[in-house]
């Protein structure tokens, strides 16, 4: 049963340090998305990649935020140095995008708690 | 301005119900996406259903089906037979083509969300 691997599923880390969290798309997959999601704001857009390419990072804030895919099999967010405003869960996606409409299967979430 | 608009902050509904859950959306693209997803507590989000904008007839996935109404931009998820699993948040998305200079560059534009309870 082909899933969206995401760790951790849970981090507390103090603020400035450094917080890296891991995607495994499932395997075929062209597009992966990286989403936060906080009661406040929702469901939040990071960033995300089409063939390992970054499309689109409006959504991150650069200068904490960097999301990179150094192979098909692994999507990475950082934050340096993390904020206690930082604390949400993060979800990543993916999906194979030909054309036309296609769902986005998500990971479980990293539910991430900056103290 | 809200791209996808979900009114119902909450809804509640008694087991084996059905039950209707709105969504609006907002776009100039002829051509586009619909989407509902679901978050139950354990924090996943599950795909649900999908409606192509030039779909013939609403999508239907067992107990869910998508009232599609074009010409008032509206996507209301309809559950029937409503289950105690099926108490989640749940979400509207859309995705819009984007014109000829888009390509495959296009994103999930999500509502707020609608939080479900189904009593027994």
């Known amino acids: 049963d082909a899933r969206v691997t995401q760790t951790p599923r849970h981090k507390v880390t103090e603020m400035g340090q450094e917080v890296t969290m891991r995607c495994q798309p499932i395997l075929g997959h062209n597009t992966v998305f990286w989403y936060r999601q906080t009661m406040m704001q929702g469901l939040e857009l990071l960033a995300y990649f089409r063939n390992r390419a970054p499309l689109d990072d409006s959504g991150m804030p650069k200068d904490r935020f960097s999301a990179e895919m150094p192979d098909a099999t692994l999507a990475t967010l950082k934050i340096q140095p993390s904020e206690p405003r930082d604390s949400a869960v993060y979800f990543c996606a993916s999906g194979l995008v030909q054309g036309g409409g296609t769902e986005a299967f998500f990971g479980q979430g990293t539910r991430l708690t900056v103290v | 301005a809200q791209k996808i608009t979900q009114t119902q902050p909450g809804m509640f509904v008694q087991e084996k119900e059905a039950v209707t859950l709105d969504c609006t959306y907002d776009t100039s693209d002829p051509s586009y996406g619909l989407f509902w997803y679901k978050q139950p507590s354990s924090g996943e989000m599950i795909f649900l259903i999908y409606q192509g904008s030039y779909d013939q007839q609403n999508a239907t996935e067992g107990r869910y089906s998508l009232n599609f109404q074009k010409a008032r931009k509206s996507a209301n998820l309809v559950i029937s037979a409503s289950q105690l699993g099926d108490s989640a948040m749940y979400f509207c998305?859309?995705?819009?083509?984007?014109?000829?200079?888009?390509?495959?560059?296009?994103?999930?534009?999500w509502g707020l969300g609608t939080s479900l309870a189904v009593n027994p």
């Open positions: 998305a859309m995705r819009e083509a984007g014109g000829l200079n888009a390509g495959n560059n296009r994103k999930l534009i």
